[in-house]
């Protein structure tokens, strides 16, 4: 390797042609090895990679319907592959769903490419990586007495992370350093996944007052006629 | 779960999980109890031993290989690894091969002296944990109860080699009941789970047929737009409102993608309904609303409308000026100092509020305008750090958090 940064080996598996060939181009610190069509295609092949990009919705013909969502996530993570959700969804019910499944983070299309990067990074070190809105539900959860292992400074980086505060200012009002902050932050997110992955959806909506909506695999493309 | 402390403070779950984790201290907590039954003992058997020291060694290797066993189960907070079956099912024969070796032939039934019968009980309780196969089971049974009888029955008179036999049937008996009570949990804990699953895919259905009626009206509005753009040639006249109303549609498209708003349905205005339909204006921004700490804070007009319009104003700010890629209004409510606070942050330019004139915006839409509602407003910034705005309101003082069922 001959490149100025470390990249991620990573497979790409997206119905979107424009996704799976785009991404090689356009994410200079991702090692797009393998790009694949679904989830069948990706196991057929079995790429070396550190972590595998999913998209959760994956059309298949109407005959032909594939593996896709919550029981993508699942079944991969099951083959002990490292799983980044990469979607459009929103509903953080579903987003809660794939950390239940045992995905290893969350990322949305439409953040800037070079979170994406960051992301897969994140991920491929064994770090959790989730959105705004689970950090939100992460000290919600915190709050009501879910996460009991939580020190008195993750609660208070989390705090921080939930109001949309940067490391940086965080650290500066702690008086520690960034990567202490982060360090914290990195804690919290194991101890919320932790916490996700064992309990049932229908437990979290109870525990966290969410929507019931969502829980299930299919996408509202869908339910379309 | 008093028996493995701060291990499960709140209650197990009913989950899969939860069983194997109460299998767990079901495990440990037989072997602990019977490790501390022996230290109460220990003075009388070390005296009665025909050589304490190896006494001693033998219970010094148990102890070692029990608390690697137990650190292994807690932080795994399952007992499923069959190498660490295997490998107390082994100690636990090399346990009980050992204990001749300290205890002369009438204190090897009936006393503390010989405490490797009551200490690997334990291990049948475990086999019937780690292990899923029946003959696998029956196997650990075999090697614990074997290398008892080959242990205890040389040189045991009469009474006592009665004693050993009904003893052997104990491991039988500890395995057969705990795979009883241990299948049946996770059984049972397979079903609830089931059980959960379908009400919320029932209740998920009921969501998504609501859903669909929403989808269609927004696919709907979208077609003639789509067609007239896609016809090309659109008139001149037309394109100022075409393209306008393309961009309504392309956020209307966003928000459908959000978190469908939560139907109002309660009695006054509510500070997380103002920040709701606040931010709601504001959907082409890469805005995260979490708002639910703040869940069931009143808040009446004319404060409502001020707020609504201060969150507005930032929001506007943020759109303008900060070239941000993530704005977070956040809600909280702190009883302790009767406050409510509520934070609107974006991860944009930011800048020097010393050096900085607050235009008109910020100094009168905002500021001035929440002051005369008893609201103080406080703005953080810092060139390249994003801006971050709180704005903190007094609670009625008969609020109560809203908790969610089953909170510890």
């Not at chain 1, 042609?17 to 785009?22: E, F, M, Q, V, Y």
């Not at chain 1, 990067?117 to 809105?133: H, L």
């Not at chain 2, 991860?347 to 009168?364: E, I, M, N, Q, V």
Request: charged share 20%; net charge neutral.
């Amino acid at each position: 390797m001959t490149g100025d940064e470390p990249q991620v080996r990573v497979a790409a598996i997206d119905d979107d042609t424009l996704i799976r060939d785009g991404l090689r181009v356009l994410v200079p610190g991702l090692d797009v090895v393998a790009a694949c069509r679904d989830v069948a295609e990706f196991l057929a092949v079995r790429p070396r990679v550190e972590v595998v990009l999913l998209d959760l919705t994956l059309t298949g013909t109407a005959t032909d319907p594939v593996l896709q969502g919550t029981d993508a996530v699942a079944a991969l993570a099951a083959d002990g592959w490292r799983v980044l959700v990469y979607t459009n969804e929103r509903r953080r019910a579903v987003l809660v769903a794939c950390l239940n499944a045992g995905a290893r983070g969350v990322v949305h299309k439409a953040e800037p490419l070079p979170a994406l990067a960051a992301a897969a990074a994140d991920v491929a070190a064994g770090r959790i990586v989730i959105t705004q809105a689970l950090t939100g539900l992460a000290e919600l959860a915190g709050r009501r007495g879910r996460l009991p292992d939580l020190s008195p400074r993750e609660r208070d980086v989390l705090a921080g992370r939930a109001r949309g505060e940067s490391f940086r200012s965080i650290a500066r009002r702690l008086f520690i350093t960034e990567k202490t902050a982060s360090g914290y932050m990195d804690q919290v997110k194991h101890k919320f996944a932790a916490y996700l992955r064992e309990h049932s959806p229908a437990d979290l909506e109870r525990a966290l007052g969410l929507e019931p909506s969502g829980l299930t695999d299919r996408h509202p493309r869908d339910a379309l006629p | 779960m008093k028996l493995i402390g701060g291990l499960a403070t709140p209650a197990l779950p009913t989950t899969p999980a939860g069983v194997e984790l109460c299998a767990v201290a079901v495990f440990a907590g037989v072997r602990a109890v019977n490790l501390a039954q022996f230290a109460v003992a220990s003075p009388v058997a070390l005296r009665e031993a025909t050589s304490p020291v190896l006494l001693l060694v033998v219970l010094g290797g148990y102890l070692a290989e029990s608390a690697a066993i137990g650190a292994v189960v807690v932080s795994a907070r399952a007992y499923r690894d069959r190498r660490w079956g295997w490998a107390d099912t082994a100690t636990a024969g090399a346990v009980l091969l050992a204990q001749p070796l300290f205890t002369a032939a009438s204190d090897r039934t009936g006393s503390w002296t010989a405490w490797g019968f009551a200490c690997t009980l334990s291990s049948a309780v475990g086999a019937a944990v780690v292990f899923t196969r029946r003959r696998h089971i029956a196997v650990a049974v075999v090697v614990l109860a074997g290398c008892y009888l080959v242990a205890t029955l040389p040189g045991a008179a009469g009474g006592s080699a009665a004693t050993a036999l009904g003893n052997a049937f104990a491991y039988v008996g500890f395995a057969v009941l705990a795979r009883l009570l241990v299948g049946y949990l996770r059984r049972l804990a397979g079903d609830a789970e089931r059980a959960r699953s379908e009400a919320a895919r029932a209740a998920a259905e009921a969501a998504r047929l609501r859903e669909r009626e929403r989808q269609q009206r927004l696919l709907h509005d979208n077609i003639s737009v789509l067609r007239l753009f896609a016809g090309g040639g659109v008139p001149e006249e037309l394109d100022g409102p075409l393209r306008a109303q393309a961009m309504a549609l392309a956020n209307r498209v966003r928000a459908f993608l959000d978190d469908p708003p939560v139907e109002a349905g309660e009695p006054g205005p509510s500070l997380v309904s103002v920040l709701r339909a606040a931010v709601g204006d504001y959907r082409d921004l890469p805005v995260e609303a979490s708002v639910e700490l703040a869940d069931g804070v009143p808040l009446p007009e004319p404060a409502a409308g001020a707020v609504r319009a201060a969150v507005g104003t930032l929001l506007a700010n943020v759109r303008m000026h900060a070239d941000a890629s993530n704005v977070v209004v956040h809600a909280d409510a702190d009883p302790a100092e009767g406050e409510w606070e509520v934070t609107v942050a974006d991860d944009g330019r930011g800048f020097d509020p010393a050096a900085t004139p607050r235009g008109f915006g910020l100094r009168d839409q905002v500021e001035r305008a929440l002051a005369a509602h008893g609201i103080a407003v406080h703005v953080h910034s810092v060139p390249g750090d994003g801006t971050r705005v709180t704005l903190r309101g007094p609670l009625p003082a008969s609020w109560e958090a809203v908790e969610p069922e089953g909170t510890p």
